[in-house]
């Protein structure tokens, strides 16, 4: 988001539009947690796999 728009989300912060703020910040944070999450798993996951079986994918 660029920088305007996010003075424009804290400024609303403070308006009664306040909880659909805080709600959509929360999904945006829990949605890169989880993609974060996923990425790091998949990452640990083929590494093990290179690992383990590096001689053959070779």
Not at 9 to 16: F, G, I, Q, S
Not at 21 to 46: K, M, N
């Amino acid at each position: 988001m660029t920088t305007t728009g996010t003075h424009i989300l804290d400024a609303l912060c403070w308006t009664p539009a306040a909880p659909l703020i805080r709600a959509a910040r929360r999904h945006r944070i829990g949605y890169r947690t989880r993609e974060q999450t996923d990425v790091h798993r998949i990452s640990s996951l083929l590494s093990t796999i290179m690992l383990a079986h590096g001689d053959m994918l070779s």
